[in-house]
Nanobody, 124 residues
Framework: QVHLVESGGGLVQAGDSLRLSCAAS????????MGWFRQAPGKEREFVAA????????RYGDSVKGRFTISRDNAKNTVYLQMNSLKPEDTAVYYC?????????????????WGQGTQVTVSS
C-alpha cells in the first residue's frame, strides 16, 4: 500500500508556471505507475499525465500536451508535474494516483491509490 500527499498548488495568472509534487510513503514506490488527474467543479475527473515505473515512458492528456511534464524520482519517492503556460481552463483540483499495473493506463478507475488533491486556480 502507498500513501500519497500532493503539494504545490495555488493561485496563479494565465501564462504562469507551477510545479506540483506528490510524496509517497509506504513500500515499493517504484512498483507503481504514477498518474496525475484533475477535476473541475461539475466535471468528471480527467487524465492529465502518467509516468512508467522506471520513469522512461510518459503519456499526456491532449489538453496538456506540450505544456505539462511529468517526472518521478524513485530515490525520493516523489512524482512531479511541471505545468507551464497555464490557462484558466487548467483550474481544478489535481490528484496524484498510483497503479500497480505494468503499463501506463489513462482511466481513473484503474488506479488503486489516491492523494487528497491540491487546488490549482489560474486567473485570466
Amino acid at each position: 500500500q502507498v500513501h500519497l500527499v500532493e503539494s504545490g498548488g495555488g493561485l496563479v495568472q494565465a501564462g504562469d508556471s507551477l510545479r506540483l509534487s506528490c510524496a509517497a510513503s509506504g513500500r515499493s514506490f517504484s512498483s507503481y505507475v504514477m498518474g496525475w488527474f484533475r477535476q473541475a467543479p461539475g466535471k468528471e475527473r480527467e487524465f492529465v499525465a502518467a509516468v512508467s515505473r522506471s520513469g522512461d515512458s510518459t503519456r499526456y492528456g491532449d489538453s496538456v500536451k506540450g505544456r505539462f511534464t511529468i517526472s518521478r524520482d524513485n530515490a525520493k519517492n516523489t512524482v512531479y508535474l511541471q505545468m507551464n503556460s497555464l490557462k484558466p481552463e487548467d483550474t481544478a483540483v489535481y490528484y496524484c494516483a498510483g497503479d500497480l499495473r505494468l503499463t501506463i493506463v489513462t482511466s481513473a478507475a484503474s488506479y488503486d491509490y489516491w492523494g487528497q488533491g491540491t487546488q490549482v486556480t489560474v486567473s485570466s
